[in-house]
């Protein structure tokens, strides 16, 4: 089992910039796909970006693309999150997810193991 810990969020102003961070733990994420989802208030859960294991392919959901960049660290055993130009919008709880395949699909059924979530708050 691999267990994941965010970190990162908190409050910041809009068109601001905030970088989370996602941990592992009891294994390494080289074999693992990864991706980040997030959950506003009220809304379900949805896709922000992914990233493939070997780190060569990436994909945004379209509200975030060329705001948020997805990047791993194989070393430190992370993956990060930054998010630039932030906006009322992103406000929600952010995951991190992991899942045994080579590459994500941004669909949550596929992903194994979650965090625990950090809250991003964006003021306007």
């Known amino acids: 089992q691999v267990q994941l810990v965010e970190s990162g969020g908190g409050l910041v102003q809009a068109g601001g910039s905030l970088r989370l961070s996602c941990a592992a733990s009891?294994?390494?994420?080289?074999?693992?796909?990864m991706a980040w989802f997030r959950q506003a208030s009220g809304k379900e859960r949805e896709f922000v970006a992914g990233?493939?294991?070997?780190?060569?392919?990436?994909n945004y959901a379209e509200s975030v693309k060329g705001r948020f960049t997805i990047s791993r660290d194989y070393a430190k055993n992370t993956v990060s999150l930054q998010m630039n130009s932030l906006k009322a919008d992103d406000t929600a709880v952010y995951y991190c997810?992991?899942?045994?395949?080579?590459?994500?699909?941004?669909?949550?059924?596929?992903?194994?193991?979650w965090g625990q979530g950090t809250q991003v708050t964006v003021s306007s």
């Open positions: 997810a992991a899942v045994s395949d080579p590459y994500e699909s941004g669909r949550i059924r596929q992903y194994d193991y």
């Open positions: 009891g294994g390494t994420l080289s074999r693992y796909a």
């Open positions: 990233i493939s294991w070997f780190g060569a392919i990436t």
